[in-house]
């Protein structure tokens, strides 16, 4: 897993208190905002996948609030090939929890609410050289659809 670093470059909006970009299988951008309902996440998310600071494919917009609970977080996310919010996003979840980590805001494991209201809990460790390794992330599966193909 990248461990999240600051975007220089990239105009961050009112209310947006801190940004870090991390790949965790794909490119993520993690936002971190006081009350992630407060977002309008498509047209602020689609703004932010395609900003040229990210390059030429862009990134996944992960918006991240707190909730009441020690290491407790709510995610709303916009996915790039979607070009829209989606109800959840595991690898974004996990960049997520590297970031706040990271920042010093939260500890590992960290529960993160998706828009779903599924819970997913991130475990990781971070080295000493800063890198997240040993990554773990947790949560329902559901089967939603089955089918033959002839």
Known sequence: VCTPAPVPGLAIAPGERQVALGTV????????????DAIDVVPRGRRLRSDPVLGPA???VNFISPTARASEWRMRTYERGVEDETLACGTGAVAAACALADWGLAKLPITIWT????????????TAAGVFDDVWLGGEARLVIRGVIN
């Open 25 to 36: 299988g794909v490119p993520h951008l993690v936002v971190l905002v006081a009350d992630v």
């Open 58 to 60: 862009g990134a996944n």
């Open 115 to 126: 828009r779903s209201a599924q819970r997913l809990e991130i475990r990781a460790r971070k």
